[in-house]
Nanobody, 115 residues
């Protein structure tokens, strides 16, 4: 069964950085197209960044130039490096396949950007 375990969130000041990790099991991140999603309070979950099986990345406009998605094939782990964080980045961050595995949503990791 497919499982994702997210970690690395926390409280950070505006302009700060965080690196999120997503440990995957039951799916090979090197083969699957993977993505990070986020859900802010009162809002729908949105796709933030994705990486294809051949390493092509894309981002929602609001994070372009600030966030970087990557993966470590040996560790079967996907990362999200977040720089220049803004209060509007506050959300619970989740990873999943780009073609979502609905049963595999994890608990996510909370990112709070506040002074």
């Amino acid at each position: 069964q497919v499982q994702f375990v997210e970690s690395g969130g926390g409280l950070v000041q505006p302009g700060g950085s965080l690196r999120l990790s997503c440990a995957a099991s039951g799916i090979i991140v090197r083969i699957a197209a993977m993505a990070w999603y986020r859900q802010a309070p009162g809002k729908q979950r949105e796709l933030v960044a994705a990486i294809s099986s051949i390493g092509i990345t894309n981002y929602v406009d609001s994070v372009k130039g600030r966030f970087t998605i990557s993966r470590d094939d040996a560790k079967n782990t996907v990362y999200l490096q977040m720089n220049s964080l803004k209060p509007e980045d506050t959300a619970v961050y989740y990873c999943n396949a780009r073609t979502v595995v609905a049963s595999a949503w994890g608990q996510g990791t909370q990112v709070t950007v506040s002074s």
